[in-house]
T-cell receptor, first 116, second 117 residues
Framework: KAGVTQTPRYLIKTRGQQVTLSCSPISGHRSVSWYQQTPGQGLQFLFEYFSETQRNKGNFPGRFSGRQFSNSRSEMNVSTLELGDSALYLC???????????????FGSGTRLTVV | AQTVTQSQPEMSVQEAETVTLSCTYD???????LFWYKQPPSRQMILVIR??????QNATENRFSVNFQKAAKSFSLKISDSQLGDTAMYFCAFRGDSGAGSYQLTFGKGTKLSVIP
């Protein structure tokens, strides 16, 4: 069974640019969550998507956005990049039963974004 | 809002010995899940063990076990017979179960565990 796939693995961008990261969940998993990991702030929740709808959002500025496609694959976008956006971005997928996100999360290996 | 605290930024243990990682949390919810995740240098977060708050019995997975004290809001991880492959960052995480549909994980800051040969 394939795991959660995140692409690209590494990314270097210039301040002010925008970036799009991709996450393909485990087959059958319809919930995709995104987390930002930095040395200073640790792991912070960005947002969760289910059935192409954002159901939950963390405390991040509007420059951070995402979407989910009908095949459950998700993308997150960061516009007008700042140096502080340099981080490891992790996505996690989970089963959904009766509309409730399951309690088992499988993470991808993340995308390491460096903003210069 | 829930908070998760890991008070040990770094720990080390001799190979084959036992080590315990601490975690405390704060929540007003009665039903929830607690997790320990391992993050090796490969960066992927790997689930080590999971505990449902409504279960009094402590979860066990091979060499890994937890000591779940609901009243004290404590959730420690014990690793027995430590192996070199256990070297990693370990994160304690909380997930509520309010029935709202969408849930997020709240993580502690992590404990860096080094297993010494």
């Amino acid at each position: 069974k394939a795991g959660v796939t995140q692409t690209p693995r590494y990314l270097i961008k210039t301040r002010g640019q925008q970036v799009t990261l991709s996450c393909s969940p485990i087959s059958g998993h319809r919930s995709v969550s995104w987390y930002q990991q930095t040395p200073g702030q640790g792991l912070q929740f960005l947002f969760e998507y289910f059935s192409e709808t954002q159901r939950n959002k963390g405390n991040f500025p509007g420059r951070f956005s995402g979407r989910q496609f009908s095949n459950s694959r998700s993308e997150m976008n960061v516009s007008t990049l700042e140096l502080g956006d340099s981080a490891l971005y992790l996505c996690a997928s989970s089963l959904v039963k009766f509309g409730l996100t399951g309690e088992k999360y499988t993470f991808g290996s993340g995308t390491r974004l460096t903003v210069v | 809002a829930q908070t998760v605290t890991q008070s040990q930024p770094e720990m080390s243990v001799q190979e084959a010995e036992t080590v315990t990682l601490s975690c405390t949390y704060d929540t007003s919810e009665n039903n929830y899940y607690l997790f320990w995740y391992k993050q090796p240098p490969s960066r992927q977060m790997i689930l080590v063990i999971r505990q449902e708050a409504y279960k009094q019995q402590n979860a066990t997975e091979n060499r890994f076990s937890v000591n779940f004290q609901k009243a004290a809001k404590s959730f420690s991880l014990k690793i027995s017979d430590s192996q070199l492959g256990d070297t990693a960052m370990y994160f304690c995480a909380f997930r509520g179960d309010s029935g709202a549909g969408s849930y997020q994980l709240t993580f502690g800051k992590g404990t860096k565990l080094s297993v010494i040969p």
